[in-house]
């Protein structure tokens, strides 16, 4: 398990070492710390899903360093033979999988909470603000609350969407309306993890800056004309 400190050093050496990188890569600098408080509140056995930037979910729960390296670099001794690139990093005996999909897993991660019902585990579901634009992120809150499971949603929100502003793209709060289906709204990760192991599910919103670009591709821009 990597702290703030050291998945933002592994950060910075990947972003100094963009053109080696052979996939489209999204950094998480400055959303580092809402991985630790995740990985503080889980257990070995529950299971995380993430997004497109997962970098710092991945080291946080105590994945490998190296291999998550060498698969962003598009090498067959990466995590998942460098077929993954940095969006779909999967390590299923660490119970974490990530999607370059927004809102791709939400579903698959309350699925998975539904199986897990009565186990004691518990799921943590990661999107971002523009993951809360999709409608199965909608359906599954209903389908949670209805079944009881053990889930906590987890929305990084940095108000951004590339480049479009949160005002931009919704309406109103994405608080709100998620407590009108039910669902318990936490003011802390722990909290909303914490609720969620009592087959309560919850939500919290993560206020974060992204001290970064939204992606890194510089080796890929050559190739489509772009600079």
Known sequence: MMNAAEIRQFEHDLQ?????????THLSLGHEHVAVEIAQALMPDDWLYSTHRNHHHYL?????????????????HGINGGFSGSQGISDAALHFHASAIVGGLVGVATGTAYALRDTG??????????????????ESLNFAVL??????YIVENNGKSVDAELH??????????VQAFGVIVCDTVGRAI??????????????????????????????????
């Open 16 to 24: 100094d070492q963009m053109e080696a990188v052979f996939c489209p």
């Open 60 to 76: 946080a729960k105590g994945g490998n360093q190296a291999a998550l390296w060498l698969e962003i670099m598009g090498s067959p």
């Open 121 to 138: 585990k518990v799921v943590v579901c990661v999107i971002g603000d523009a993951g809360t634009e999709q409608g199965v992120f909608w």
């Open 147 to 152: 079944h009881s499971l053990p889930i906590a």
């Open 168 to 177: 931009e793209r919704q309406a109103t709060p994405i608080k709100p309306r």
């Open 194 to 227: 914490r609720t969620a192991r009592l087959g309560l599910p919850s939500f919290h919103e993560a206020m974060v800056t992204l001290e970064c670009d939204h992606l890194n591709m510089s080796t890929l821009l050559p190739s489509l004309g772009l600079k």
